[in-house]
């Protein structure tokens, strides 16, 4: 865990890791109870003949486990720090429920999303009161878990839309107008606040 204390260690065996340009999947089946008491990242860590010989960061990938324990947000605010994109749950007027990626732009716990044309289509979401969200860690690409957030409409003419929308041209990649998107999102787009229920 983040202090070093080992929280679960396999059997010895032999794992191939076959170079940098692959990608290694290798899974153990855990049947006993493993505590997890800190909340942050942890790391799996290789052995060699009983000397280290490589760490990689991960997030654990246990949603109920961690919203038993009370961790969940704390977690997924972790991974939204590091990462660019969640997925949304949202649900539709005919009462089925639509997932879709969405870039976002962080303030604290609270989450900023635009929606409309020539941006991304998040349909009904403005009309939401609450919608999911499902939270990866961007380094694993694993499900941090889900999580509930509350919906807000940011008015267009508002500061608050100016400031934000300001932030999300850094955040938003491959911008098409550059810094004319500012007022394309005001007259086209809706922006939309997310706060995750804890």
């Known amino acids: 865990d983040p202090d070093n204390v080992v929280a679960w260690e396999s ?22 109870s493993v505590p ?12 060699l003949d009983g000397r280290e010989a490589g760490r990689i960061p991960v997030f654990i990938d246990a949603p ?3 919203m038993a324990a009370g961790v969940i947000g704390d977690a997924a605010q972790e991974a939204l ?3 660019a994109i969640m ?3 949202i649900p539709q007027q005919d009462g089925s429920t639509l997932q879709r990626a ?3 732009v962080q303030q604290g716990r609270k989450l900023f999303v635009l929606t409309g044309p020539d941006e991304q289509e998040l349909p009904n979401l403005e009309a939401c009161e609450v919608v999911g969200m499902v939270v990866k860690a961007k380094d694993v690409k694993a499900a941090i878990g ?25 955040k938003r990649l491959n911008l098409p107008d550059g810094e004319g998107a500012l007022q394309r999102w005001k007259d086209t787009c809706t922006m939309v606040e997310l706060t995750p229920r804890t």
């Open 64 to 66: 109920e486990s961690l």
């Open 11 to 32: 059997e010895p065996r032999f794992i191939e890791l076959r170079g940098e340009m692959f990608e290694d999947l290798f899974r153990t089946l855990v049947d006993e």
């Open 36 to 47: 997890i008491s800190s909340l942050g990242e942890h790391k799996v860590v290789f052995l």
């Open 102 to 104: 969405a870039w976002y």
């Open 146 to 170: 889900e999580m509930q957030a509350d919906v807000r409409v940011v008015p267009a003419d508002s500061d608050e839309f100016e400031s934000i929308a300001t932030l999300g041209m850094g």
């Open 87 to 89: 997925w949304l749950d």
């Open 81 to 83: 720090k590091k990462g």
